[in-house]
């Protein structure tokens, strides 16, 4: 299966700069959205997690909130097996 992501990020964001260079690291292709570019964004992420804080990262309609490499992976490997 594709897999389509998206890092919704801030600028001068520590934790949102982790969690693009795991995604580097893994050869994962990915997006990156900064929240601070349209103010759309803040609403569309709090309908879709209920949480504004960055990074949050969308694997194919899963979400990853904050830095969790862990849970990134978990959803990347069950979405490549299918």
């Known amino acids: 299966m594709e897999l389509?992501?998206?890092?919704?990020?801030t600028t001068n964001c520590g934790y949102c700069e982790l969690?693009?260079?795991f995604l580097k690291e893994q050869n994962i292709d990915f997006k990156v959205v900064n929240i601070h570019?349209?103010?759309?964004i803040a609403q569309f992420l709090?309908?879709?997690t209920g949480r504004l804080g960055a990074p949050q990262t969308c694997i194919n309609d899963a979400w990853v909130l904050g830095y969790d490499p862990?849970?990134?992976?978990?959803?990347?490997?069950?979405?490549?097996?299918l």
């Open 4 to 9: 389509n992501v998206t890092v919704y990020s």
């Open 19 to 21: 969690m693009k260079n």
């Open 37 to 40: 570019n349209d103010p759309n």
């Open 46 to 48: 709090m309908e879709k």
């Open 70 to 81: 862990n849970n990134a992976m978990k959803i990347i490997e069950r979405l490549k097996s």
